[in-house]
């Protein structure tokens, strides 16, 4: 046997068999592992004469040799054959099953990183940019916000009236008296007339800044936006409120404002009627209370609140359906007792809390008994303001009221009478 035909009976070395491996979906087998190389039948051993007598080419041992092993095919027989390698995978292919296991992952990091983040950022931001401008705002000046209204942006100026006239319903409710001055006021006016062609809601909001201001003479300057028909309508609204909110100081305007009682607007009718009560001359009561017989709910429930505030139990009918409202279906816009265009929204607490307080203080001013067991049993209602203005209003009920006096009985305002007189 020749050395090559002795090599191929021994096992094929760890480089033949890649070399020997056929291409990935070739239809040829691997050879055997005890296959010579090649085809020669006679290099295979066919017998175990020929495997032991080797040939004359086959180099005997020399002493201090150890003979080789000279069964090499009963060694071959008895090894367990090793496992067909596997054939390579195809170099154009991607790892297997690797897209199945990233593509999830990968989509949520994206959603993550691209979206969620982000948006938490700007959340952050708008959240911390909100806080130090409150901040800021609360410590403003009245001169400040009006050299914003005076010299700010298109945006800013009405923006500026917006928060000053917030601001100065702020101060009347704690009792400030030292937030602006006369000079204020004048200035304030010289802005208001020189603002007729900016932003219509500049006006409307310095108009309500005049009526908080309470000086008599911001007054004509409202009774002349009140008159001219071509103004903006919620211009003249506005301007039809800042005359309410002079309160008594407004008395000489009251036969300008009555007339409006009987326009064809439901909103110009609603804030006139609210605004005559506020007013507080109860000349006016005969013209207010046809109104409760108005097409429009939200006139007849005003002319109700203004007529209690003008000490007349006209409307008392009224003011129970108040307390019994409850924000269901299409709910009403009406006006609260102390706030102006509370506009009641569907399903929305705030708004009934303001339409009920208007209503109970409505009775506390009337003093109206026929209205107790409702009003105790608000005492106990889920929203807490409700529930303190109904405990007040039937401390009113209860409270012993002045008799006033009389050219009978001059005295008599000394007097006391009992609830429901």
Not at 203 to 221: F, N, S
Not at 341 to 346: E, S
Not at 376 to 389: M, R
Request: charged share 25%.
């Amino acid at each position: 046997m020749t050395d090559a035909a002795a090599d191929g009976a021994r096992e094929p070395t760890a480089s033949s068999g890649p070399d020997r491996a056929p291409a990935a979906g070739s239809n040829d087998d691997p050879s055997p592992p005890d296959a010579p190389p090649s085809g020669d039948a006679s290099a295979h051993p066919t017998s175990s004469t020929d495997v032991s007598s080797p040939t004359a080419d086959t180099a005997s041992p020399t002493d201090g040799e150890t003979a080789p092993d000279a069964s090499p095919t009963a060694d071959a027989a008895t090894a367990p054959a090793p496992k067909p390698l596997p054939a390579p995978a195809d170099p154009l292919a991607g790892p297997p099953e690797l897209d199945a296991e990233i593509d999830e992952p990968n989509t949520r990091t994206m959603v993550l990183q691209l979206f969620i983040f982000p948006f938490l950022i700007v959340l952050i931001c708008v959240a911390v940019f909100l806080f130090f401008g409150l901040a800021a705002g609360s410590n403003k000046t009245y001169r400040q916000y009006i050299a914003e209204v005076r010299q700010g942006g298109t945006s800013q100026r009405w923006q500026a009236a917006f928060q000053l006239a917030k601001r100065l319903q702020e101060a009347d409710a704690a009792g400030e008296t030292d937030f602006f001055g006369s000079e204020d006021v004048n200035e304030t006016i010289l802005i208001f007339q020189a603002a007729k062609n900016d932003d219509p809601r500049v006006r409307q909001y310095l108009a309500r800044v005049l009526g908080r201001l309470g000086d008599p003479k911001v007054l004509p300057v409202l009774l002349e936006v009140v008159r001219n028909e071509e103004e903006a309508s919620e211009t003249r609204f506005a301007a039809i409120f800042g005359v309410g909110m002079l309160g008594g100081k407004a008395t000489s305007a009251v036969p300008e404002l009555a007339p409006l009682l009987r326009s064809e607007d439901q909103y110009v009718r609603t804030v006139t009627v609210y605004v005559l009560g506020y007013i507080g001359d109860r000349s006016v009561v005969p013209q207010v209370e046809p109104l409760l017989d108005d097409p429009d709910q939200n006139v007849r429930w005003n002319a109700a609140l203004a007529l209690a505030r003008l000490g007349s139990d006209a409307g008392l009918a009224a003011i129970e359906s108040l307390l019994e409202w409850k924000p269901s279906g299409e709910p009403p816009a009406g006006l609260g007792w102390d706030a102006m265009f509370t506009d009641v929204g569907a399903y929305q607490q705030s708004h009934r809390r303001e339409l009920v307080k208007g209503a109970l203080a409505a009775v506390a001013a009337l003093r109206a008994e026929e209205l107790r067991e409702r009003v105790e049993q608000l005492t106990s209602d889920p929203d807490p303001i409700v529930a303190d203005a109904a405990r007040k209003a039937l401390e009113a009920i209860d409270a012993p009221a002045l008799v006033p006096a009389t050219a009978d009985d001059p005295a008599g305002a000394g007097e006391t009478a009992p609830p429901g007189q």
